[in-house]
């Protein structure tokens, strides 16, 4: 069984986990432009303490890379429409972003993203009071509900009961619905 919702540090999944009882985790809006979170993830899981996440100027090659595997993959006017909503999540929080932040997002070739990059300190530590900075589509933190009797019988692998009727299923659907 998978914890989801809420994972923003390696931590929060040795939480969860310890608090449900799941296998592991799943992620979603953590690793939004945080792709070092699965590092992380791995490290605290081997029992290691997690690296300190990257300075502004390791992430900006991170940026650089993704950013050709998008323009190699999709071409440059989608691959660089897409870097836009990366380059808000990649830069959050760093206190030098703010300045580049309007022509990140509207960026249109490759070669204005690394223009406005190299405007950046490349030394300025990650922002540690950035790290749970919500991303994504859903911004609001959410409830975690575990399926009715789930920590009363651990080893019991039958799938929860499904929905019966529309408006059970529509309650469902909204308490899933995150990304
Ligand atoms: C980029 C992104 C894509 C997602 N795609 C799906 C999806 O295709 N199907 C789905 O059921 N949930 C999807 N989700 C929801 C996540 O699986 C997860 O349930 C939700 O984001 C809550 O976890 P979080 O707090 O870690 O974000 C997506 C979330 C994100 C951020």
Redesign the pocket.
Known sequence: MLG?????ESFDALRMMRATGCDGV???????GRPWLFRELAQVFDGREPELPPDLGTIVRLMEDHAARLVAFFGEREGMLQMRKWCAWYTKGFAGSAAVRGALSTLDTLEDMRRELARLDSAEAFPLVALRAH????SR??RVALPEGYLDALDDDTPPRSPHGAEELAAWEQA????
């Open positions: 989801n919702g809420d994972i923003w799943i992620v979603g809006r953590g690793c939004l991303r994504g589509k859903g933190s959410q899933l619905s995150g990304g």
